[in-house]
Nanobody, 114 residues
Framework: QVQLVESGGGLVQPGGSLRLSCAAS????????MMWYRQAPGKERELVAS????????DYADSVKGRFTIDRDNDKKTVYLQMNSLQPDDTGVYYC???????WGQGTQVTVSS
């Protein structure tokens, strides 16, 4: 059974940091590019960051470049998203996704507010 389980979300003040985790099971995690998406209330889901199967290549949405870092541990079958200098516009539900599959996590809520 394929599972992607996100964790690490929460309420944080502007300027704060959070580290999201997505634990994978049930598929060959190390062979897949992994992505983080987010969806704000009333908005479409948007791509935040991606990382290649080996971790050698990463890409980011312009809105998070220089603030967010995606990385992965293939031994632990986990992908991470380190989020620094958080802003209210970063608020939303964050999902991990395995590229070219139907594998999505259930999401973790991130709220940036004072």
């Amino acid at each position: 059974q394929v599972q992607l389980v996100e964790s690490g979300g929460g309420l944080v003040q502007p300027g704060g940091s959070l580290r999201l985790s997505c634990a994978a099971s049930g598929f060959a995690f190390s062979k897949y590019t992994m992505m983080w998406y987010r969806q704000a209330p009333g908005k479409e889901r948007e791509l935040v960051a991606s990382i290649s199967s080996t971790g050698g290549a990463t890409d980011y949405a312009d809105s998070v470049k220089g603030r967010f870092t995606i990385d992965r541990d293939n031994d632990k079958k986990t992908v991470y998203l380190q989020m620094n200098s958080l802003q209210p516009d970063d608020t939303g539900v964050y999902y991990c996704y395995a590229l070219h599959t139907d594998y999505w996590g259930q999401g973790t809520q991130v709220t940036v507010s004072s």
